[in-house]
């Protein structure tokens, strides 16, 4: 059930929320801390009738809070204030901090073990798991997890991407994906492997007769896009089953890059193409973030180090906070 925002701010926030929506730039994250923000101003501003700098002090970064973590939970309350100025409803400045804090995680790099011990866990662990539990969300879990998973491996698919993929937009006939909606507003095409595509048609017949007419490739029982927790829960239980060291099912997005360039040591000329063809797949808005990947890969960065040693780090920028989080 939808929640209410109780104040006073309540009609802004929803209007707000429907031009975000039209526009195909809002997600449940961003309403979660709207929320919270309607929270703290019914707490502390009851009586209020107009917008502050003094209301704006939630957003401030917490001593609990590293890395992009503030940035991640305020960005939906700055974009809210930049709306409302537009709209002449306040005249407050917008204090955000546009820079990223670079981030530390090191994307995990899967062995051809690793990746061979995980699906076959994989495909076990949701086998079990509908077994015991006969609810419908247990099924969709059986169907979609170990083809979600692969499709991000097949792919390099953002984690984000594959959850909110509609049906409408996988063409299982041609074997290209249409990625409408993304972390940005950039869209672009995915070419599957035809393994990836027969996989697919496989499950869109199964969870077609389980779900007949759904909206979403991969939706939750509500017919609704799964949240990131789901993806990650179960990624956890799965992964941490067999290893210790950490990784996130988004690791899987690095592999595909990280295995592709691999790929490319005695390509010669052929590798700016490659590059090219990799960073449009990937969905990424400028080559320099598919630059990053080539710190990952150990063979061919020493090979580019050994003839580009003087220029090597401004040619090869380190991966960016955007691509190792979701």
């Not at 104040?7 to 997600?27: K, M």
């Not at 048609?201 to 799964?226: Q, T, V, W």
Request: net charge positive.
């Amino acid at each position: 059930m939808k929640r209410s925002f109780k104040s006073f701010l309540a009609p802004l926030f929803e209007e707000f929320i429907l031009s975000r929506q039209a526009a195909g730039q809002w997600n449940k994250t961003y309403y979660e801390n709207l929320h919270y923000f309607d929270n703290h101003m019914v707490a502390n501003y009851p009586s209020a009738e107009s917008l502050t700098d003094e209301m704006t002090t939630w957003c401030n970064p917490r001593s609990t809070e590293n890395g992009n973590s503030c940035r991640v939970r305020t960005t939906a309350i700055w974009n809210f204030i930049d709306y409302a100025r537009k709209r002449k409803w306040t005249n407050i400045e917008s204090q955000r901090d546009p820079a990223d804090v670079p981030c530390s995680y090191q994307p995990h790099y899967f062995t051809h073990e690793e990746l061979t011990s995980f699906f076959r866990e994989c495909d076990s662990y949701f086998m079990v798991l509908s077994l015991n539990k006969k609810g419908a969300q247990s099924m969709i879990n059986r169907l979609e997890l170990p083809v979600f998973f692969r499709l991000l491996l097949s792919s390099g698919m953002r984690t984000c991407e594959a959850r909110w993929l509609k049906c409408r937009n996988v063409d299982l006939k041609s074997g290209v994906i249409e990625i409408e909606k993304s972390k940005s507003a950039d869209q672009h095409r995915i070419a599957l492997h035809q393994s990836m595509q027969n996989l697919l048609i496989k499950y869109d017949e199964a969870m077609s007769r389980l779900m007949p007419g759904r909206e979403y490739f991969f939706p939750d029982r509500h017919n609704n896009a799964h949240t990131p927790a789901w993806e990650g829960y179960h990624f956890r239980n799965i992964w941490y089953k067999l290893n210790s060291e950490p990784a996130r099912a988004y690791d899987l997005r690095s592999q595909y890059a990280v295995t592709n360039i691999t790929k490319w040591e005695n390509h010669g000329y052929e590798l700016s193409g490659k590059l090219l063809f990799l960073s449009r797949s990937m969905g990424h808005k400028n080559i320099q973030s598919t630059f990053g990947y080539f710190h990952l890969t150990p063979m061919l960065t020493d090979k580019l180090k050994r003839n580009t040693e003087s220029g090597f780090n401004s040619i090869l920028p380190q991966l960016s906070k955007n691509e190792n989080e979701e």
